[in-house]
């Protein structure tokens, strides 16, 4: 007997039977909307984690920290430490080191250095501004402005930065009066001071003995004011937060031909390392820096040689170890509660071609003993199981686009955890899966049956009654 044969003659006895194999199929149906829905809700939470993490920047840069003190490393690192006890500071020949790492595709050094600045009656103190390079500055996302050029002290402003203004003569600022400070970056320029430690000194000085005083000795002047210019602002509002929010960028030459400008040769630049007499360093100890790896795949592999060789590392593919582990574990248990109600739907499919065999037993006596294949008869009853499964499976994926429709339009996780976007996601994959998994349910649930008719006796079927 040919196959389509089989195929027609399988269809014609599931439609002699059409309010059985309606509720059968219904079974499938639920059994098979239930997995898609709960796998895509497991599919939405990982990809919703995944946008997220990677919203706050690259998934290929790694963050290195010196494996001392400096930069905050032992607060900030991910793992590493320094196996002599010498400092292992981060210098222009500790870039170069990184640069020569199998699978690195580039290296930002970043200067941070703590700034007041200035424009009109408004301040701002501590102030981060960060000297990068410009494969640095090329991730920055633009909302006003440009990029500063190869040695420019044009300055990148934070889009949250103006929060940290307040005005001199008050006192009073945005989170005092909950109204952002009338501070233009983009078209007046600003003050920058750099020497915040003769900053404070020269307004503790006045405060004690009072500009008037002609105590010389006990007065410490004001440092030098530079002034500066920003040439662009990161995109977003003052209330969006993001990786670029809070400091002010600019070209790392610029920031370092600007320090030799505001310090004297030998002298202590605040926020760098001196030596064991407390002098300066003959070098510039860079804050942190950034490495750029070609490929996801070898990130992990880069981290631990920068590990060995003594410094704090970290990058977004720990985080995003961490929320994959959850993600699968979400979707393990979703999907198993999903799994339940198919295999009560394949419970009802081998008691349908049990139901069906007992009925048609003469059926099945007369077509042996016409010399019908045993494998014809067997596939039949396969095929009639796999048709199950087949129609309640294209149903089901059906039935879960419009469920999951309703809940990405009802139930959204941006207020709660600040994830944004569908919550159920159903991608192409899962459906053709779907479907395929709910014909493997119905032929397997199917397969005892047709083997039992395949077995069965045909004089003891034609005389069956």
Avoid at 183 to 208: C, E, H, T, W
Avoid at 450 to 455: I, S, V, W, Y
Wanted: net charge neutral; glycine share 12%.
């Amino acid at each position: 007997m040919r196959f389509p044969d089989l195929v027609i003659m399988s269809i014609n006895n599931l439609r002699r039977r059409k309010l059985r194999t309606v509720l059968t199929v219904l079974g499938v149906i639920i059994g098979t909307a239930s997995i898609v829905v709960m796998v895509s809700l497991g599919i939405g939470l990982d990809q919703m984690f995944m946008e997220q993490i990677s919203s706050w920047g690259s998934l290929t840069t790694i963050n290195v920290y010196s494996g001392s003190s400096y930069g905050n490393a032992v607060m900030i690192g991910g793992g590493g430490s320094s196996k002599s006890s010498d400092p292992t500071y981060i210098t222009d020949d500790v870039i170069e080191q990184f640069g020569r790492l199998p699978h690195v595709s580039g290296v930002s050094p970043v200067l941070e250095i703590n700034v007041v600045m200035r424009q009109g009656a408004y301040e701002a103190q501590y102030l981060s501004l960060m000297g990068v390079s410009q494969s640095f500055l090329e991730q920055i996302p633009l909302g006003e402005g440009r990029l500063p050029e190869p040695g420019e002290m044009g300055m990148v402003v934070g889009n949250t930065v103006q929060q940290n203004f307040y005005n001199s003569k008050t006192g009073r600022g945005y989170w005092d009066t909950g109204e952002l400070p009338d501070v233009d970056f983009l078209n007046k320029p600003l003050f920058v001071i750099f020497d915040m430690d003769a900053y404070f000194q020269s307004k503790n000085s006045r405060g004690s003995y009072g500009d008037s005083s002609d105590d010389s000795q006990t007065r410490v002047k004001p440092p030098k004011k530079y002034m500066m210019d920003g040439i662009g602002l990161v995109e977003g509002g003052p209330q969006d937060y993001g990786t670029y929010s809070y400091g002010v960028f600019t070209d790392i030459d610029g920031l370092k031909a600007q320090l030799r400008k505001a310090f004297k040769r030998g002298t202590v630049i605040p926020g760098q390392p001196t030596n064991k007499k407390g002098k300066a360093l003959p070098y510039l100890v860079y804050s942190r820096a950034q490495i750029y790896v070609d490929d996801m795949e070898y990130v992990k592999d880069v981290q631990a040689q920068v590990a060995d060789m003594g410094f704090q590392v970290n990058s977004r593919m720990d985080w995003m170890e961490s929320s994959k582990q959850q993600s699968q574990m979400i979707q393990a248990v979703l999907g198993g509660i999903g799994a339940v109600s198919l295999f009560v739907a394949a419970i009802g499919i081998a008691n349908t071609m049990m139901m069906s065999i007992y009925e048609r037993t003469k059926e099945i006596g007369v077509m042996k003993v016409l010399g019908c294949d045993m494998g014809n008869i067997r596939n039949m009853f396969l095929i009639e199981s796999g048709f199950i499964g087949f129609m309640g499976g294209v149903i089901g994926i059906v039935l879960s686009y419009g469920i999951s429709g309703i809940i990405n339009k009802f139930v959204s996780l941006e207020e709660t955890n600040g994830l944004v976007g569908n919550l159920s996601r159903i991608p192409p994959w899962l459906s053709i899966s779907a479907i395929g998994f709910a014909i493997f349910v119905g032929m397997a649930a199917g397969f005892m049956p047709a083997m039992r008719a395949m077995k069965l006796s045909p004089l003891a079927a034609i005389r069956n009654d």
